[in-house]
C-alpha cells in the first residue's frame, strides 16, 4: 500500500522567511496530493491540493510542487506569518482513502 | 452549511468499558472516513464508508473496533473492551465522493484510565 514521508519534522523560520516541507509517496498510482493544517486543538483543514496531472499550483502564499518521475511533492509557504505557525500534513490517495504524512510542526517566530 | 461534527467532544472512559462515537457528515457527502491521531502524531486510517457500506475497514485495529453507517449520513464507531492505548483523538471525515479533499469534524478525545 501507499506509504507516505514527510520531512522536516519541525521546523523554525523568522517572519517574512520561507518554509518549504517535503513529502515522498511509494505508489506511482497515487494522483492526488492534498495538504492540511492543523492549528493546535482544531480540527486539520485543507490549504491546497494538486492532482498528477499539473506540476505546481499557487493560492496566493502558498505553493504545491509535484515530481511525479521523482514521487516527491512539496508545500511553499513565502513571506511567513506568524498565523502560519501549525502543524502542516500532507497525503497521498490510494484508492479510496488518503495516507498521511507524519506533519511538520512549523513555527514562524516574530 | 454546517460542517461534520462529532460527539461527544471528550469522553474518558475505564478500561475494559465500551465506549461509542458519532460522526454527522456533511449533508449530501457520501464519502466518510474515520481517522485517528495519537499525542503528536499523525493521522491513522481506520475505516471508509461509501454510502452505508464499507468497502475498506483495512484500519481497523482489531476486532476490538466496529462502525456502521446508516442512512447515508450518521456513522457510529464503537470500541469493545478498551484499553489504554486506544486513547487518542478519533477524527472523522467527509468529502462528495472519493478522491476528493475531506472535511474534518472536530474530533473525539479519548482517554482510557
Known amino acids: 500500500g501507499e506509504n507516505v514521508e514527510q520531512h522536516p519534522s519541525t521546523l523554525s523560520v523568522q517572519e517574512g522567511d520561507s518554509a518549504v516541507i517535503k513529502c515522498t509517496y511509494s505508489?506511482?498510482?497515487?494522483?492526488?496530493f492534498p495538504w492540511y493544517k492543523q492549528e493546535l486543538g482544531k480540527r486539520p483543514q485543507l490549504i491546497i491540493d494538486?492532482?498528477?496531472?499539473?506540476g505546481e499550483k499557487k493560492d496566493q502564499r502558498i505553493a504545491v510542487t509535484l515530481n511525479k518521475t521523482a514521487k516527491h511533492f512539496s508545500l511553499h509557504i513565502t513571506e511567513t506569518q506568524p498565523e502560519d505557525s501549525a502543524v502542516y500534513f500532507c497525503?497521498?490517495?490510494?484508492?479510496?482513502?488518503?495516507?498521511f504524512g507524519t506533519g511538520t510542526r512549523l513555527q514562524v517566530f516574530p | 452549511g454546517a460542517g461534520v461534527s462529532q460527539s461527544p467532544s471528550n469522553k474518558v472512559t475505564e478500561k475494559g468499558k465500551d465506549v461509542e462515537l458519532r460522526c454527522d457528515p456533511i449533508?449530501?457527502?457520501?464519502?466518510l472516513y474515520w481517522y485517528r491521531q495519537s499525542l503528536g502524531q499523525g493521522l491513522e486510517f481506520l475505516i471508509y464508508?461509501?454510502?452505508?457500506?464499507?468497502?475498506?475497514k483495512s484500519g481497523l485495529p482489531s476486532d476490538r473496533f466496529s462502525a456502521e453507517r446508516t442512512g447515508g449520513s450518521v456513522s457510529t464507531l464503537t470500541i469493545q473492551r478498551t484499553q489504554q492505548e486506544d486513547s487518542a483523538v478519533y477524527l472523522c471525515?467527509?468529502?462528495?465522493?472519493?478522491?476528493?479533499?475531506?472535511?474534518f469534524g472536530p474530533g473525539t478525545r479519548l482517554t482510557v484510565l
Open positions: 471525515a467527509s468529502s462528495r465522493q472519493s478522491q476528493r479533499g475531506y472535511f
Open positions: 497525503a497521498a490517495q490510494e484508492t479510496d482513502k488518503l495516507i
Open positions: 505508489d506511482s498510482a497515487s494522483n492526488y
Open positions: 494538486i492532482r498528477s496531472n499539473v
Open positions: 449533508s449530501g457527502h457520501t464519502a
Open positions: 464508508f461509501q454510502g452505508n457500506s464499507a468497502p475498506d
